[in-house]
């Protein structure tokens, strides 16, 4: 009850302490806390500063609630009271059915518009009212200039993840929405960075805000540990096996470098019986969101992606993010890392780096702040007792039921009979090597390199060159090998005669 009077000291109402239960909040972040309190006040603008996965959708979400159903009972149109900017399709939709979610059963009619979804959909939707929008920026524009969607009566406008947005070279359809909205309206503005554009658009576009800088020591969680294995190219579908293979509960995103390499791991894993899906630009939108839903409602338990792909996704309670190949720099490697650890909950980051990604990796960790250790592969051995000891303890809940009289009576009568003619330890081999047989079969796994014990201060050494012999030494050299014969002129002119008679023919 602690955790959820922090939540109500921060002024919300008993409906969003209800949402916030049902969604299994434990405590608000840092930027939960020192947002929400300014916009329930509904006044001022705001420019919230804090990394992703820090909480902003709900920094900002939980307060537009709370407006809008503060204006049910009035008078009102049905066109939308706030429009969400975000960058991308895959953020859009998740934004989308967080702020639903969170409306706990509260009319709050919230649609998602972005480019290649269906126009008549979103044509109808808007139609038949709407509340809150979230768009990314060139679908909204299409809506704008086809009159198909207004922003007269606009109240707030969020710019969520804005530094990502202006990369992706949306600041004129984002300048030219802000200008099509009412001056007197509140602009809120989240970015995990500043730079100079989003300082100019605040500038332009925004009054007297509020900076809201949530920053920590670490630019990634504390929650998550960050180790690297050392392997080869050719090791590293191997390694990422065994990783897998390591925990049971394994719950995680594999980071390649190219949608050919993603592809090729996916594949490669299904092959293998893993539960896994590929998940890249080529992919249709419709593919993209049907694998991304089934990976939230954990139908599938590992996803291979692209950095591309993956900007905007967030997946709650992921146990690994493994980086297959070292991101190009350092900020995707924080991204990417900061996907895992969140929520109170523990994760793990694992990164394969060949042995000359040695240093690069060094300068990623200065960046980061962060301590990435050096690990060594899981050997075939620790992947089976770590198997063993999860297939005991389902065995002792299995026996635990039995014991409570769960299983069928037709069940002790069959043992009963089996026990009268085969001795109880046989009995239970046989049935344990049939169900559990393949788990725990060493022959799948392959041999992998160890690095492991190669020291990492070596390879920071120059290359040491042998030592020539001193002049000296040569000299004492018996003289016979000093004395050749050089060949004749005769002799050589008739080789390279000979020569050229040859290649002639």
């Given at each position: 009850?602690?955790?959820?009077?922090?939540?109500i000291?921060?002024?919300?109402?008993?409906?969003s302490?209800?949402?916030?239960?049902?969604?299994?909040?434990?405590?608000?972040?840092?930027?939960?806390?020192?947002?929400?309190?300014?916009?329930?006040?509904?006044?001022?603008?705001?420019?919230?500063?804090?990394?992703?996965?820090?909480?902003?959708?709900?920094?900002?979400?939980?307060?537009?609630?709370e407006?809008?159903?503060?204006?049910?009972?009035?008078?009102?149109?049905?066109?939308?009271?706030?429009?969400?900017?975000?960058?991308?399709?895959?953020?859009?939709?998740?934004?989308?059915?967080e702020?639903?979610?969170?409306?706990?059963?509260?009319?709050?009619?919230?649609?998602?518009?972005?480019g290649?979804a269906?126009?008549?959909?979103?044509?109808r939707?808007?139609?038949?009212?709407?509340?809150?929008?979230?768009?990314?920026?060139?679908?909204?524009?299409?809506?704008?200039?086809?009159?198909?969607?207004?922003?007269?009566?606009?109240?707030?406008?969020?710019?969520?993840e804005?530094?990502?947005?202006?990369?992706?070279?949306?600041?004129?359809?984002?300048?030219?929405?802000?200008?099509?909205?009412?001056?007197?309206?509140?602009?809120?503005?989240?970015?995990?960075?500043?730079?100079?554009?989003?300082?100019?658009?605040?500038?332009?576009?925004?009054?007297?805000?509020?900076?809201?800088?949530?920053?920590?020591?670490?630019?990634t969680?504390?929650?998550?540990?960050?180790?690297?294995?050392e392997?080869?190219?050719?090791?590293?579908?191997?390694?990422?096996?065994?990783?897998i293979d390591?925990?049971?509960?394994?719950?995680?995103l594999?980071?390649?470098?190219?949608k050919?390499?993603?592809?090729?791991?996916?594949?490669?894993?299904?092959?293998?019986?893993?539960?896994?899906?590929?998940?890249?630009?080529?992919?249709?939108?419709t593919?993209?969101?049907?694998?991304?839903?089934?990976m939230?409602?954990?139908?599938?338990?590992?996803?291979?992606?692209?950095?591309?792909?993956?900007?905007?996704?967030?997946?709650?309670?992921?146990?690994?993010?493994?980086?297959y190949?070292?991101?190009?720099?350092?900020?995707?490697?924080?991204?990417?890392?900061?996907?895992?650890?969140?929520?109170?909950?523990?994760?793990?980051?694992?990164?394969?780096?060949?042995?000359?990604?040695?240093?690069?990796?060094?300068?990623?960790?200065?960046?980061?702040?962060?301590?990435?250790?050096?690990?060594?592969?899981?050997?075939?051995?620790?992947?089976?007792?770590?198997?063993?000891?999860?297939?005991?303890?389902?065995?002792?809940?299995?026996?635990?039921?039995?014991?409570?009289?769960?299983?069928?009576?037709?069940?002790?009568?069959?043992?009963?009979?089996?026990?009268?003619?085969?001795?109880?330890?046989?009995?239970?081999?046989?049935?344990?090597?049939d169900?559990?047989?393949?788990?725990?079969?060493?022959?799948?796994?392959?041999?992998?390199?160890?690095?492991?014990?190669?020291?990492?201060?070596?390879?920071?050494?120059?290359?040491?060159?042998?030592?020539?012999?001193?002049?000296?030494?040569?000299?004492?050299?018996?003289?016979?090998?000093?004395?050749?014969?050089?060949?004749?002129?005769?002799?050589?002119?008739?080789?390279?005669?000979?020569?050229?008679?040859?290649?002639?023919?």
């Open positions: 009850m602690q955790n959820i009077q922090e939540f000291d921060l002024g919300l109402s008993d409906t302490i209800r949402a916030i239960q049902e969604k299994g909040f434990e405590k608000p972040t840092e930027i939960q806390k020192r947002c929400i309190p300014i916009l329930l006040k509904g006044h001022g603008d705001l420019i919230g500063q804090a990394q992703t996965g820090t909480g902003k959708t709900a920094a900002f979400a939980l307060p537009l609630i407006m809008i159903d503060g204006m049910k009972g009035t008078k009102q149109s049905e066109r939308p009271k706030a429009l969400v900017l975000v960058p991308t399709r895959e953020l859009c939709t998740q934004v989308c059915t702020i639903q979610s969170l409306a706990y059963g509260r009319t709050v009619r919230t649609v998602a518009i972005y290649g269906s126009y008549n959909i979103q044509l939707n808007l139609k038949d009212g709407v509340d809150i929008v979230v768009g990314t920026p060139g679908r909204v524009q299409d809506h704008l200039e086809r009159k198909t969607l207004s922003l007269e009566d606009v109240r707030v406008c969020v710019l969520d804005a530094d990502e947005m202006l990369d992706m070279g949306f600041i004129e359809d984002i300048e030219n929405i802000l200008s099509q909205m009412p001056e007197d309206r509140q602009m809120l503005c989240f970015s995990a960075t500043m730079p100079q554009p989003i300082l100019k658009l605040a500038s332009t576009f925004m009054h007297d805000y509020e900076l809201v800088k949530v920053q920590t020591n670490d630019m969680s504390s929650l998550t540990k960050q180790i690297f294995y392997v080869y190219e050719k090791d590293k579908l191997e390694a990422l096996r065994r990783t390591m925990d049971p509960n394994f719950y995680g594999v980071f390649c470098r190219t050919i390499q993603c592809d090729e791991i996916g594949e490669k894993l299904i092959s293998m019986g893993y539960n896994a899906e590929a998940l890249h630009g080529d992919l249709s939108q593919q993209r969101e049907l694998i991304v839903h089934r939230r409602e954990h139908r599938i338990s590992i996803l291979v992606a692209t950095d591309v792909a993956a900007r905007g996704i967030d997946i709650p309670e992921l146990t690994h993010v493994i980086n190949c070292l991101p190009e720099d350092p900020e995707s490697y924080i991204h990417r890392v900061g996907r895992t650890g969140r929520a109170g909950k523990q994760g793990l980051a694992v990164t394969f780096i060949n042995p000359r990604e040695f240093r690069k990796l060094a300068f990623y960790k200065k960046i980061a702040k962060t301590e990435i250790e050096k690990k060594r592969v899981p050997s075939v051995e620790e992947i089976i007792e770590a198997k063993k000891k999860t297939l005991l303890e389902d065995l002792k809940r299995i026996i635990s039921d039995a014991e409570q009289g769960k299983c069928p009576e037709s069940m002790y009568s069959l043992a009963k009979l089996l026990g009268e003619s085969h001795h109880t330890t046989n009995i239970i081999a046989a049935l344990l090597n169900k559990y047989g393949r788990a725990t079969d060493t022959s799948k796994y392959g041999i992998i390199a160890d690095l492991y014990d190669r020291s990492s201060e070596s390879r920071k050494e120059p290359r040491q060159r042998r030592e020539r012999p001193e002049r000296a030494e040569r000299s004492e050299r018996p003289a016979k090998h000093m004395q050749k014969k050089a060949p004749s002129k005769k002799g050589k002119k008739k080789a390279n005669t000979s020569r050229f008679k040859t290649l002639g023919k």
